[in-house]
């Protein structure tokens, strides 16, 4: 009897034993598949959704997530939109743990240097947040790693107004906004 009892015990600590052992390796893959998770994922989570952002000039933008691409993610914040780099994100509050993959790994026509392009065709006019101020004007044009703003200049004479040409190279680009 008192066998019984004690192979009844040692039954019950293994089975103890491989029951945190699972625990453990649930834990460990949980862990390890996190760290697979990227934060467009999590930011495209979030597409419709309120965000708090704290950027890297330190402004904070509250705003709805409307499109997350690999390098920037587009936020309207009442009337106006945003193109955020994501290397300007400094932090944000209120994304989920929610993370949503691709529809498809094909992003072509998705870098930040398209985006920039496409508002420099429709020649739309900008305000341009650096790491050391803000440029208004229209993107003239858009390099690999950089871009040029036509800021009006209004000291050309009545009725003349000829622009004048800045480039900021993208790895100091905030925000570029509606105006």
């Known amino acids: 009897m008192r066998w ?8 019950a600590q293994l089975d103890a034993a491989e029951v945190a052992d699972g625990m453990q390796a649930v834990a460990e893959l949980t862990r390890a598949e996190q760290a697979t998770i990227l934060l467009t994922d999590r930011l495209r989570a979030a597409v419709g959704g309120p965000l708090d952002l704290h950027l890297a000039d330190g402004h904070r933008l509250a705003a709805e997530v409307r499109d997350v691409a690999p390098e920037w993610v587009l936020l309207a914040e009442r009337s106006r939109q945003h ?9 944000i509050s209120g994304l989920t ?30 305000r341009v947040r650096t790491t050391s101020g803000q440029l208004d004007g229209r993107i003239a044009r858009v390099g690999r790693d950089h871009l040029d703003i036509e800021e009006p200049r209004h000291d050309q004479g009545p009725g003349r107004t000829a622009g004048s040409g800045r480039i900021v190279p993208f790895s100091a680009l905030v925000c570029v906004s509606e105006t």
């Open 97 to 126: 743990r929610n993370a949503l993959t691709p529809a498809s790994h094909v992003e072509v026509g998705r870098s930040l240097g398209a985006v920039l392009r496409a508002l420099m065709r429709d020649r739309a006019p900008v």
């Open 4 to 11: 019984d009892l004690l192979f009844a015990d040692l039954a």
């Open 83 to 91: 193109v955020v780099p994501l290397t300007a994100i400094a932090s």
